[in-house]
């Protein structure tokens, strides 16, 4: 299947300071990526759609100024968190949909642990 | 608004026993996805089904669509600890269907004792 490539795995940063995660499709070009947020046992949350050369769609309750997407290029998107507090900490996961693949499926990076202290 | 509803919520077994998790859907699917997420991971692609009354088996894990493509079963035969993590099914539409915007259910935490 499509392989999805998220990095880094764990971050901590202190509060204040900004924090980027990469999330790249290896052998596929993705028009699109999703980004979500999990909290602990919990299910997905959509946070945004990143478009390839296009602003990002937020979904209601996100802030576009304190998450940042940028999908500069075909295989990479990028979230940062700006100004990061404590409850920023969470699981944050992207997934991308190869548009030449069977059944429009959807495929997941290893997923961010952040950590704001 | 499609509504996914998964159960159960929280599944707690002995090794060696067999489990059911279902998934509901408020509309059709356009295809669905089971996945599996370990702890400190990614969800994981288990299998996609796409038509009615499909039945697909992937080892000891049985997956089930519905005739009227709203609801889905997945059976696992003598669980194993590997088989420890959530159960998650979504709905991924077409591109050009809602900006392609998937949908997940609430997940079934499954979890396996030696």
């Known amino acids: 299947g499509a392989v999805v490539s998220q990095h880094p795995s764990r971050v901590i940063c202190k509060s204040g300071t900004s924090v980027k995660i990469e999330c790249r499709s290896l052998?596929?070009?993705?028009?699109?990526m999703f980004w979500y947020r999990q909290f602990p046992k919990q299910s997905l949350m959509l946070m945004a759609t990143?478009?390839?050369?296009?602003?990002?769609?937020?979904e209601q309750g996100v802030e576009k100024d304190k998450f940042l997407i940028n999908h500069a290029s075909l295989t990479l998107s990028t979230l940062t968190v700006t100004s990061a507090h404590p409850e920023d900490s969470s699981f944050y996961i992207c997934?991308?949909?190869?548009?030449?693949?069977?059944?429009?499926?959807?495929?997941f990076g290893q997923g961010t642990r952040l950590t704001v202290v | 608004t499609q509504l996914l509803e998964q159960s159960p919520q929280f599944l707690s077994i002995q090794e060696g026993e067999n489990l059911t998790v279902y998934c509901n859907s408020s509309?059709?699917?356009?295809?669905l996805q089971w996945y599996r997420q370990e702890p400190g991971e990614g969800p994981v692609l288990l299998v996609t089904?796409?038509?009615?009354?499909e039945v697909k088996k992937l080892k000891r894990l049985t997956f089930q669509f519905g005739d009227a493509r709203k609801d889905s079963s997945l059976h696992i035969t003598a669980a194993q600890p590997g088989d420890t993590g959530l159960y998650l099914c979504?709905?991924?539409?077409?591109?050009?269907?809602?900006?392609?915007?998937?949908?997940f259910g609430d997940g079934t935490t499954l979890t396996v004792k030696p």
């Open positions: 089904v796409v038509t009615g009354g």
């Open positions: 052998d596929f070009q993705a028009t699109t």
């Open positions: 979504a709905d991924h539409p077409p591109t050009n269907t809602n900006a392609g915007k998937s949908t």
């Open positions: 509309s059709v699917f356009s295809s």
């Open positions: 997934s991308a949909r190869d548009p030449a693949g069977e059944n429009t499926e959807a495929f």
């Open positions: 990143s478009n390839e050369g296009s602003k990002a769609t937020y």
